[in-house]
Every structure is written in C-alpha cells, then in structure tokens.
C-alpha cells in the first residue's frame, strides 16, 4: 500500500509560469517530508524539505507547502526554467527513520 | 570530494545467475542506504546500514539478496540468483548523520535487466 502519492505522472507548464506539483500521503506519524529532482541517468539530488511543525518553506523559486488536517504538500516553482525540466519525487519519513518515496511526477517546462 | 559513486551503470544478465553491485559512499559517512526503482514505480527502501552494521533491512524483498558492508566503506549487494522481477535501477546513498536525508547523497544508479 502506497504511504505516499504523486497522481500526477507528468506536468507540462510554460517557461516563466508556476509549476505547481502536488502530494498526498496517508501515515500521520510522518513527520519531516522532502523533494527530491532527478535528472535521467543520474541519482536523486535533496531539493527541498519541510517539518511537519510547519506549513510553509521557501528556498529561491521553490516553496513547498504542507497541510496536514489534507495529508497533502504541494512543491511550487516560480519562475519556471528549462532546467526544472527534470523528475521531481516527494518523500516522506519518521523521525531516525527510512524515507518513503512516492512514483514521481516529469516536469517538463515548454518555451 | 568525491561524490557516492556506484558500479556497474548497467548490468545485463539471464534469469538464474549472480550479480553484485557495488556502492563506495562518501568518506566519513556512517550511514549508507539501498533503495531500488523499478520502471514506472517509486523508489523503494531495500535496507539501511550503519558503519558495517545492519540498522534496517525491512525493504529486502527476498533471501536472494544479500547485502554487506566490509568495514563500514564500501557495500556490496548481491542477487543470487536473479529473477525478471529484480530488474531496475538500485540506488544507493549516503549521510553522515543518521536521519539527516536532506544530507543523504544519491549515486548514480546501478540499471539492472535480468532477461
């Protein structure tokens, strides 16, 4: 049974557009999530993360939003840049503990 | 410095033998994870060491697969013998602090296809 979702296979957004990509997980003990960004032949890379005490955090163009009455975070990146072009995994995990990873949703940014 | 750094990239073999991948973590990192992504799928746990030792290995799908850390350095996984099913890619990482996972580096991968 699937603990995190990305029901979004693919995303396509305009160059210079939001792209907003969404998650919803079902165990409530998590406490600390993640984005991950992986480029084809290449290993995850650490994107950004929130804890669960909170519901916002920003880095750059990227913010990422919890709500945790939905069990559901939202990864948004403004502006949109050819090089977000990439496959973007949520994660999740217990404190100490393995990280959950969802199926990842391919972002591709249009010209 | 050197980044995870995992061996072979790709490894093409039949139904029934014997692989083993390598992974070389970063120096100083205590902490090394497998994950494995089959096509299509999400990246899942395999198992978790700690220096040489075997902190979680929940995510092992079967005995076929044996993991080991000589020393706590480099781990080496092996599949013996292997199925269709194991075919996908094996990720491994490393961080120095034990649940750190935004400090967890990600090797390259290792693309198995078992045919």
């Known amino acids: 049974d699937q603990q995190v979702k990305q029901n979004s296979p693919s995303l396509s957004v305009q160059e210079g557009r939001i792209s907003i990509l969404n998650c919803d997980y079902t165990?409530?003990?998590?406490?600390?999530f993640l984005w991950y960004k992986k480029y084809p032949a290449e290993g995850p890379t650490f994107l950004i993360s929130?804890?669960?005490?909170?519901d916002k955090n920003e880095d750059g163009r990227f913010t990422v939003f919890l709500n945790k009455s939905a069990k559901h975070l939202s990864l948004h990146i403004v502006p949109s840049q050819p090089g977000d072009s990439a496959v973007y995994f949520c994660?999740?995990?217990?404190?100490?503990?393995?990280?959950?990873f969802g199926k990842g949703t391919r972002l591709h940014i249009l010209p | 410095e050197a980044g995870v750094t995992q061996f072979p990239s790709h490894s093409v073999i039949e139904k029934g033998q014997t692989v083993t991948l390598r992974c070389d973590p970063i120096?100083?990192?205590?902490?090394l994870y497998w994950y494995r992504r089959v096509m299509g799928k999400e990246i899942k746990f395999l198992l978790h060491?700690?220096?040489?030792?075997?902190?979680?290995e929940s995510g092992m799908p079967n005995n076929r697969f044996l993991a080991e850390r000589t020393g706590g350095t480099y781990s080496t996984l092996k599949v013996q013998p292997a199925e269709l099913e194991d075919s996908g890619v094996y990720f491994c990482?490393?961080?120095?602090?034990?649940?750190?996972?935004?400090?967890?580096?990600f090797g390259q991968g290792t693309r198995l296809t078992v045919v």
């Open positions: 990482a490393s961080s120095r602090l034990r649940g750190d996972h935004t400090e967890a580096f």
């Open positions: 165990n409530s003990m998590f406490d600390y």
């Open positions: 929130i804890s669960s005490i909170k």
């Open positions: 994660a999740a995990s217990r404190r100490d503990d393995k990280i959950i």
């Open positions: 120096s100083g990192h205590d902490n």
């Open positions: 060491f700690v220096k040489e030792s075997k902190q979680d």
